[in-house]
T-cell receptor
Framework: NAGVTQTPKFQVLKTGQSMTLQCAQDMNHEYMSWYRQDPGMGLRLIHYSVGAGITDQGEVPNGYNVSRSTTEDFPLRLLSAAPSQTSVYFC????????????FGPGTRLLVL | DQQVKQNSPSLSVQEGRISILNCDYT??????FLWYKKYPAEGPTFLIS?????DKNEDGRFTVFLNKSAKHLSLHIVPSQPGDSAVYFC??????????FGQGTELSVKP
């Protein structure tokens, strides 16, 4: 099993550009989520999904879109990048929403100029 | 509104001694509390958890204590090893499965 994979590892964007951060898992997990990590802020939940076709907002959803067309994939879209979205993004998954153990991907470091 | 707080950004201990990492919370509705460990350039990995109905959970060198009346939990690592050097995040989990993380504490264990 590859676990949770994220691509790209690192990306530089200009303000206003759009891009999609990819996340995939091969563990047949129903629950997937996106976090951003900023200095002094810990990890904050952006969006999450409890299963294919179902998504919901977390703590900091503004400026981000998600979709969940398959169990395996949960892409995060930045519609119009802003410098405030410079961060490290982590995708996580677990068998179900209330399972205590979530498995995190290695992260995508994003720099918005 | 910071529901989970780790007030110590960093902690340095000597190898073999005890490391105590602290965490405070304000949300009484958390079902579980978890500790995650994170090395640089890697994603967080689950370390240990405790149910809100318990006051202690132990796993090898790691013990988590929960004081519900004080809304405080702590992670004890005994004995500390250099490989334990990492950032430790505590998190509360609500019924919907959402994790609310603290800011993290960077632990440095010196040989």
């Amino acid at each position: 099993n590859a676990g949770v994979t994220q691509t790209p590892k690192f990306q530089v964007l200009k303000t206003g550009q759009s891009m999609t951060l990819q996340c995939a898992q091969d563990m047949n997990h129903e629950y997937m989520s996106w976090y951003r990590q900023d200095p002094g802020m810990g990890l904050r939940l952006i969006h999450y999904s409890v299963g294919a076709g179902i998504t919901d907002q977390g703590e900091v959803p503004n400026g981000y879109n998600v979709s969940r067309s398959t169990t395996e994939d949960f892409p995060l879209r930045l519609l119009s990048a802003a410098p405030s979205q410079t961060s490290v993004y982590f995708c996580a998954s677990s068998y179900y929403a209330a399972q205590e153990t979530q498995y995190f991907g290695p992260g995508t470091r994003l720099l918005v100029l | 509104d910071q529901q989970v707080k780790q007030n110590s950004p960093s902690l340095s201990v000597q190898e073999g001694r005890i490391s105590i990492l602290n965490c405070d919370y304000t949300n009484s509705m958390f079902d579980y509390f978890l500790w995650y460990k994170k090395y640089p350039a890697e994603g967080p990995t689950f370390l240990i958890s405790i149910s809100s109905i318990k006051d202690k959970n132990e796993d090898g060198r790691f013990t988590v204590f929960l004081n519900k009346s004080a809304k405080h939990l702590s992670l004890h690592i005994v004995p500390s090893q250099p490989g334990d050097s990492a950032v430790y995040f505590c998190a509360g989990q609500n019924q919907g499965g959402k994790l609310i993380f603290g800011q993290g504490t960077e632990l440095s264990v010196k040989p």
